[in-house]
């Protein structure tokens, strides 16, 4: 299994952006997908998470109305919609997926949100 995030990078506050995570090595649309962010000194966070079939999805309070979780089970591809960033959306962010009872997570990309 491999997870790879790409679309991080140095964004103002009230800009947006969309991350990306590829996934392989395991059928991708048998299974759900997560969002972790890990803000510097602080403890990692679920952020967002999609149903195998992309039709129900969940998030966390401090980026609802702001962020959208999304998939393409044809492309094995999972993103994260940011819009309306803040400083505090500052953070290292992974995808996840847990696959057969063991769990993986991509390298993580950086969002840093500051003017």
């Known amino acids: 299994v491999q997870l790879v995030e790409s679309g991080g990078g140095l964004v103002q506050p009230g800009g947006s952006l969309t991350l990306s995570c590829v996934a392989s090595?395991?059928?991708?649309?048998?299974?759900?997908m997560r969002w972790f962010r890990h803000p510097p000194g602080k403890e990692r966070e679920l952020v967002a998470a999609?149903?195998?079939?992309?039709?129900?999805?969940t998030y966390a309070d401090s980026v609802k109305g702001r962020f959208t979780i999304s998939r393409d089970n044809a492309k094995n591809t999972v993103y994260l919609q940011m819009i309306s960033l803040k400083p505090e959306d500052t953070a290292i962010y992974y995808c996840?997926?847990?696959?057969?009872?063991?769990?993986?997570w991509g390298q993580g990309t950086q969002v840093t949100v500051s003017s």
């Open positions: 999609i149903a195998s079939t992309g039709d129900v999805t």
């Open positions: 996840y997926c847990s696959v057969l009872g063991r769990t993986y």
């Open positions: 090595g395991f059928t991708f649309s048998a299974y759900g």
